[in-house]
């Protein structure tokens, strides 16, 4: 408890020490945020992914390696290292084909008769969970910047995630995902008061770490 204090106040002062050095700040930020008039770092995804490391590693290795290559591949362009949106659009089929391939996941059955007959045995099924998590992974980057929308959103399904007790993994680490979402609410302070945001490599980690633990909510009850 007294380490993950700390790391909120560590939190609060590299956030004040990016944004005198102008590191990871916009003025203006992209054509779907909407910014204040001034400075604002985009160093949520940092925070988020730090303790995410912390939290997950001894889960499953494919998940938390892809979650990395997303946060790295946010990063990049939150840097302007890499702004071209059809090129990132085109990594992350990259890594999210991986990593579904790898791990077999399937949002299947979908209960529409239509599709489900069509999927059933054949590589289709895999190809619309990765369509899926793309429209997430997007759909989040595209709200960031609208304070607390998407965060408000993502923290509110983690909470019902946990309560319900929907998936075996937060069933036996309920501390620790509890302390992830007390960070994320944290890092939702700080958004409303428009000191960060979350940027592109905190909406592509944070949505797909979402993401993928809906599809583990999907199987457990599937079974």
Do not use: W
């Not at 702004?83 to 979908?110: G, H």
């Not at 993502?154 to 007390?182: C, E, G």
Request: glycine share 4%; hydrophobic share 55%; charged share 10%.
């Amino acid at each position: 408890m007294i380490l993950f204090i700390i790391y909120l106040i560590l939190v609060f002062i590299i956030n004040n020490f990016l944004k005198k050095l102008n590191l990871l700040t916009s003025y203006s930020g992209s054509n779907h945020q909407k910014f204040a008039n001034e400075a604002v770092t985009l160093s949520g995804g940092i925070f988020i992914f730090i303790p995410f490391l912390f939290i997950f590693f001894e889960f499953n290795l494919i998940f938390v390696i892809c979650t990395s290559l997303l946060f790295l591949l946010g990063l990049l362009s939150d840097t302007n290292i890499l702004d071209k949106p059809k090129l990132r659009l085109a990594l992350q089929f990259i890594i999210l084909t991986y990593f579904v391939l790898s791990l077999k996941i399937e949002v299947f059955p979908t209960r529409i008769d239509f599709i489900d007959n069509n999927f059933q045995n054949t590589y289709l099924s895999y190809f619309f969970t990765l369509f899926c998590l793309l429209i997430l992974i997007n759909g989040s980057n595209f709200i960031d910047g609208l304070n607390g929308l998407l965060l408000g959103y993502l923290i509110l399904i983690l909470f019902f995630i946990i309560k319900l007790d929907m998936a075996s993994y937060i069933y036996t680490n309920n501390l620790k995902f509890n302390y992830f979402i007390f960070l994320l609410l944290f890092i939702l302070v700080l958004n409303f008061l428009n000191l960060l945001f979350l940027g592109d490599s905190g909406s592509y980690s944070i949505s797909f770490i979402v993401g993928y633990f809906l599809i583990i909510i999907y199987k457990d009850r599937k079974s």
